[in-house]
């Protein structure tokens, strides 16, 4: 009987060591849940998979951050103390401590976009795939290596210019290049990109002939302006006199006409094909909306098309060229917490990224004229009667909003903002008491404005929304075909073109409900109307 075991059981150990003798790469099995690096240039959707994650790795959430770059800038102020953006507001910036850098200009980050959009060009240059597709992917690669360069060379000045990928044991040094080289090849980058999408119709997210040429426009209007002539820039700016090496960040000399002349050329060319790919919103007009159309405009520009409020426009998603979307069929949890970052704490939200009175100020009344402290009338009612954008940007004490009873029950029926302190006679008595949205809000006292005012741009306005749990499906605009028209006007202003910039501002203030300019307002003034236009875009 153990003679017939052991004889069972030598067979069985034979059959199982012939049947791996002839399967030999048992062992070598590839991974289910990868793919090999040359499997992906060699089938056609791998390959726009890894470009398609060069967006979506480097891209993150656009602008929709809990810290945006309005709190770097004259525009707002974070409320929140001892965060890294407050680094930068607070002048201890350092090199060994920048503070907040956005994603979006993180030199690390870039390079990594940078360094991709490289292999991608590298394994497309003999193709495997199908031409055509190759083509287009080129073109991708080239339009995200010219737009991660550009944000570089905004926030830092020239960089090394890299065109290859780099193995193990190379030489990785590199010196950066100076300020004019790194224009040109961003150009040449977009020009290739342009010449190689052409017309090709692209999925939403992804760059088209349109983008290629816009970012074009804004890179060459940087160059060609004041902040990058350096006879102008060190004047405002002396460290770059006595920088070693100021070429790294603007023209010493050159013909400042001629680049104007290429920055407006370039925006023309993109004006032109606006119409063609549908881009743009109600930039036709000849005449004003009414105030309460100029409203809704802005709102649903801000909104991207994506808001199911009453009064809302979804065409108005045609405005974007090239923008960060949403797509709820692949992830049921996407979307942006941008109301919850930003609005009042009196609906349990964090109240981050607040404007500040002097951007409010910069609001316009309704019939054009400034608005003035020293104005009695404005002073009296500081609120009343301002430019429709106003209304669609800030929440200001008595502006009404939400139903409040969504997040805090019935404790404001009239659903206003209140970032005052009141006075309320009860029994012949006075008392006074501090408003729900303010820093001793009854609802949340540990969040609230600084300023008095909260955000409400960008926050989509359907009363059934409550910020605080729900997240938001608007897209990020990367690039505006309203950002072409200022590159235009612009350059158009610096040339001494007066009547096609004056045509364009008007357009852009007709949709929003305000007043022409007058004729006679030329020169400096025109240009300082255009400044104040370009702030609140």
């Given at each position: 009987?153990?003679t017939n075991?052991?004889?069972?059981?030598?067979?069985f150990?034979?059959?199982l060591?012939?049947s791996y003798?002839?399967q030999?790469?048992?062992l070598?099995i590839?991974?289910?849940?990868?793919?090999?690096?040359?499997?992906t240039?060699?089938d056609?959707?791998?390959?726009e998979?890894?470009?398609?994650g060069?967006?979506?790795?480097y891209?993150?959430?656009g602008?929709f951050?809990?810290e945006?770059?309005?709190?770097?800038?004259d525009?707002?102020?974070?409320?929140?103390?001892?965060?890294?953006?407050?680094?930068?507001?607070?002048g201890?910036a350092s090199?060994?401590?920048?503070g907040?850098?956005?994603?979006?200009y993180e030199?690390?980050n870039?390079?990594n976009g940078i360094?991709?959009a490289n292999l991608?060009?590298?394994?497309?240059a003999?193709?495997?795939?199908?031409t055509a597709?190759?083509?287009r992917l080129?073109?991708e690669a080239h339009?995200l290596?010219?737009?991660f360069y550009q944000?570089?060379l905004?926030?830092?000045g020239g960089?090394?210019l890299?065109?290859?990928?780099?193995?193990?044991?190379?030489?990785?040094?590199?010196?950066?290049n100076?300020y004019?080289?790194?224009?040109n090849f961003?150009?040449a980058?977009c020009?290739?990109?342009a010449w190689?999408?052409n017309?090709?119709?692209?999925?939403?997210?992804?760059?088209?002939?349109?983008?290629?040429?816009?970012l074009?426009?804004?890179?060459l209007?940087?160059?060609?302006?004041?902040l990058h002539?350096?006879?102008?820039?060190t004047?405002k700016f002396p460290?770059?006199?006595?920088?070693?090496?100021?070429?790294l960040f603007?023209?010493?000399g050159g013909?400042r006409?001629?680049?104007w002349q290429?920055?407006?050329?370039?925006?023309?060319?993109?004006?032109?094909?606006?119409?063609?790919?549908k881009?743009g919103y109600?930039?036709?007009?000849?005449t004003?909306v009414s105030?309460?159309?100029?409203?809704l405009?802005?709102?649903?520009?801000?909104?991207?098309g994506?808001?199911?409020?009453?009064?809302m426009?979804e065409?108005?998603?045609?405005?974007?060229?090239w923008?960060?979307?949403?797509n709820?069929?692949?992830?049921?949890?996407?979307g942006?917490?941008?109301?919850q970052?930003n609005g009042?704490?009196?609906y349990?939200?964090?109240a981050?990224n607040?404007p500040i009175g002097?951007?409010?100020d910069?609001?316009?009344?309704?019939d054009?004229t400034a608005?003035?402290?020293?104005?009695a009338?404005?002073?009296?009612?500081?609120?009343?009667?301002r430019?429709p954008r106003f209304?669609?940007?800030?929440l200001?004490?008595?502006?009404?909003?939400?139903p409040?009873d969504?997040?805090?029950g019935?404790?404001d029926?009239?659903?206003q903002?209140q970032t005052?302190?009141?006075?309320?006679?009860?029994?012949g008595?006075k008392i006074t008491f501090?408003?729900l949205d303010?820093?001793s809000?009854?609802?949340?006292?540990?969040?609230?404005?600084?300023?008095g005012y909260y955000?409400?741009?960008f926050?989509?306005?359907?009363?059934k929304?409550a910020?605080?749990?729900?997240k938001?499906?608007i897209?990020?605009p990367?690039?505006?075909y309203?950002?072409v028209?200022?590159?235009?006007?612009?350059?158009s202003l610096?040339l001494g073109?007066e009547?096609?910039?004056?045509?364009w501002l008007?357009r852009?203030r007709f949709?929003s409900?305000?007043?022409e300019?007058?004729?006679t307002e030329?020169g400096?003034?025109l240009k300082n109307r255009?400044?104040?236009?370009?702030e609140l875009?």
């Open positions: 009987m153990k075991i052991f004889l069972q059981y030598l067979i150990t034979l059959l060591i012939g003798s002839c030999k790469d048992f070598n590839e991974p289910t849940n990868e793919v090999p690096a040359e499997t240039w060699q056609g959707p791998l390959a998979a890894f470009v398609t060069i967006y979506n790795q891209l993150g959430v602008g951050t809990e945006m770059l309005a709190s770097f800038s525009e707002a102020v974070f409320t929140h103390t001892g965060r890294n953006i407050n680094t930068i507001n607070e201890s090199p060994s401590n920048v907040f850098v956005p994603a979006s030199w690390q870039m390079f360094r991709a991608t060009l590298e394994k497309l003999s193709p495997l795939i199908d597709l190759a083509n080129k073109g339009f290596r010219a737009f944000q570089l905004r926030y830092y960089v090394p890299i065109t290859k990928t780099y193995g193990l044991d190379e030489d990785y040094s590199s010196t950066r100076t004019e080289e790194c224009v961003v150009v980058d020009d290739t990109a190689l999408i017309d090709k119709e692209m999925a939403k997210g992804r760059t088209n002939l349109l983008a290629a040429l816009a074009k426009s804004r890179i209007l940087y160059a060609a302006s004041d002539y350096l006879p102008v820039a004047t460290e770059l006199g006595s920088h070693p090496k100021p070429e603007g023209y010493a013909n006409a001629e680049r290429r920055a407006k050329q370039a925006a023309q060319v993109a004006l032109d094909l606006g119409p063609i790919y881009a109600k930039l036709n007009l000849a004003p105030a309460e159309n100029g409203k405009n802005y709102m649903s520009i801000a909104m991207g994506y808001s199911k409020a009453e009064g426009d065409t108005a998603g045609d405005e974007i060229i923008g960060r979307y949403y709820l069929n692949v992830n049921t949890g996407a942006v917490s941008i109301g970052y009042p704490n009196g349990h939200n964090w981050g607040t002097i951007f409010v910069d609001f316009e009344m309704n054009g608005f003035s402290w020293s104005n009338t404005h002073k009296a009612a500081p609120y009343k009667n430019d209304y669609a940007t800030v200001y004490d008595g502006a009404d909003w939400k409040r969504l997040v805090s019935n404790v029926p009239a659903n903002i005052g302190k009141y006075d309320l006679i009860q029994g008595s501090n408003g303010t820093r809000s009854s609802i949340e006292d540990w969040n609230g404005s600084r300023t955000m409400r741009k926050i989509d306005p359907d009363p929304i910020e605080a749990n729900t938001q499906l897209p990020w990367f690039i505006r309203t950002e028209v200022f590159n235009f006007i612009e350059a610096e073109e009547a096609p910039a004056r045509t008007n852009i949709r409900g305000m007043p300019i007058p004729a030329t400096a003034a255009y400044r104040n236009e370009k875009k």
